[in-house]
């Protein structure tokens, strides 16, 4: 490995001493502008920062460039160090956001760097890793740069599938990387309740466990007959979520609701419509068991979200509201009661008044609710943020109504999709989602009208773990489409053959972070060609 490391080191100091433009530099999301200067920049044994100014920070950066086997120091000397930091004032500028704004300048011998933030800053100095990691020597160069989008996402399922608190850790490190902001954690659903309450102790003693898991293709209905589960408990979440503000990313937690609940069903059988004794799902799909809109149901989940508000500081939290079945409503006396009580139409209007009577709640307390596109059905809550998934006629219907939306359509940004042949390559969960095709998405749907633009956050990739069992298999459905994805949200996504050049020249960073990646996905064509 270090002999290959040095013979990467010598091909990259070759490139830099040719002819060098700005489009050739290694850096994803590739930024705003980029200004090559005569001269080069020396690579220093060590990175010295000047102590007093960046004390706090120190630690964190240290840690983060030691990763990437980069050294820093601290330095009394004002003389000393070769990196300073500085403020940088905000414009307007209607393209791009003024929040995360840095410039970062090289010159011989210094790195500059002039943020309008802590963000700004923290972005700076990822795209100095990016430029050090080359191994050679760096031009003279100064970067003007801030991202397009505010909601830059990444999201994962640990209910299909449990991965430990370090793997999440490793995970929020993949988003900061590429500068992306947000982490959706899907933390509870009927194949696993994954969040310790410490109300309910029973939600993990009972639905943090299943007995069997679908395993093989849907299609051959086989399962392993094994105890599986597993749970974060309250101290795991502060951990995580400190790790994360560290690095300027926002973790929005997902407590699925009315439907999607058997789970918690399974731990608490009076809150279902049937009142029968349930077990948490193996298989995969989608049942009919939901929460009963009872006020005992409502109860439960006021106070389940009382203490994730505890845990999680986001100003927004995902109530979930997909593929919820309403046959049991249709059958059960309380939920037809509070139909006619209402003055509701269907079990439809009920779903939204059952997320609305949820809205209200968080926004009595200081918080605001998301939720897939299906809690437009029946009605919008008032303040609520739509996901749109089932393609984007949601996110513009809700956008149409002046809501917030975050566009994240599956055959775009669905990572449980084949990226690959799927003959050839592991079982995934269906559907193409190549790399050129999450970097040929325009997140702006064209047929918005202009002034319903500004209602569009960004958008995010979606990890279902169904078919994904293992960190390492996580690694390799989201590595490179995640940096597709980060240039499409940081809106510099141009030319795919120049963005392809760049993600080749971040396979050493991966192979030295040990990041599990498939390298044939960036070869594969934007669709698959018909049979």
């Known amino acids: 490995m270090k002999s290959f490391f040095r013979y990467f080191a010598i091909i990259t100091f070759c490139f830099f001493f040719t002819k060098i433009s700005a489009q050739d530099l290694p850096l994803i999301p590739y930024p705003q502008k980029v200004e090559i200067k005569t001269g080069n920049y020396e690579l220093p044994k060590t990175i010295i920062f000047e102590k007093g100014i960046l004390s706090k920070k120190y630690y964190l950066y240290k840690d983060i460039l030691s990763k990437f086997d980069i050294k820093c120091e601290l330095s009394d000397d004002r003389h000393k160090p070769n990196i300073s930091f500085s403020s940088l004032l905000p414009f307007p500028n209607e393209n791009f956001l003024s929040k995360g704004k840095y410039v970062l300048k090289i010159n011989e011998n210094k790195v500059f760097i002039k943020s309008t933030d802590d963000i700004g800053e923290f972005y700076a100095l990822n795209t100095l890793i990016q430029l050090l990691s080359s191994k050679s020597s760096i031009p003279n160069l100064e970067i003007t740069d801030s991202p397009k989008f505010q909601w830059r996402g990444m999201h994962l399922d640990v209910s299909r599938h449990f991965f430990p608190k370090e793997f999440i850790k490793k995970y929020i490190d993949f988003l900061a990387m590429y500068k992306m902001n947000t982490f959706h954690w899907h933390l509870t659903d009927d194949q696993g309740w994954r969040i310790e309450i410490k109300k309910y102790p029973k939600l993990t003693e009972i639905g943090a466990w299943r007995n069997r898991s679908m395993i093989g293709k849907y299609a051959d209905n086989k399962f392993e007959e094994k105890r599986y589960g597993g749970f974060y408990t309250q101290e795991d979440i502060k951990g995580i979520v400190k790790y994360a503000s560290e690095r300027h990313i926002t973790i929005i937690p997902e407590i699925e609701m009315p439907g999607h609940a058997s789970a918690a069903i399974a731990a608490y059988p009076e809150l279902g419509c049937t009142g029968k004794s349930i077990e948490v799902v193996g298989k995969w799909g989608v049942f009919d068991d939901i929460f009963c809109p009872k006020e005992e149901t409502f109860t439960f989940l006021e106070n389940v979200l009382k203490e994730v508000m505890h845990l999680f500081p986001s100003k927004i939290i995902h109530i979930g509201g ?39 709640f968080l926004n009595k307390h200081g918080r605001e609710i998301i939720g897939w596109d299906e809690i437009l059905e029946g009605g919008l809550a008032p303040n609520a943020r739509v996901m749109s998934w089932r393609g984007e006629d949601g996110g513009i219907a809700a956008a149409n109504f002046s809501h917030e939306v975050v566009m994240t359509p599956g055959n775009f940004c669905y990572f449980n999709h084949y990226q690959g042949n799927p003959e050839t390559e592991p079982i995934a969960f269906g559907g193409y989602t190549s790399t050129e095709k999450v970097y040929s998405y325009h997140v702006i749907p064209e047929k918005l009208a202009e002034d319903k633009k500004k209602f569009v956050l960004g958008t995010q990739g979606n990890v279902w773990t169904e078919y994904i069992t293992t960190p390492e298999q996580v690694e390799y459905m989201v590595f490179p489409r995640i940096t597709a994805l980060s240039e499409v949200l940081w809106g510099t996504n141009s030319d795919f053959t120049n963005f392809k050049k760049r993600v080749q020249s971040q396979y050493p960073i991966w192979d030295q972070l040990k990041i599990n990646y498939s390298k044939e996905s960036i070869n594969q064509p934007l669709n698959l060609p018909k049979k």
């Open 322 to 360: 997909d593929e919820a079945p309403k046959t049991q409503w249709k059958t059960n006396e309380i939920a037809q009661a509070l139909i006619k009580k209402e003055g509701l139409r269907d079990e439809h209007e009920l779903q939204s008044y059952f997320i609305q009577r949820i809205e209200k």
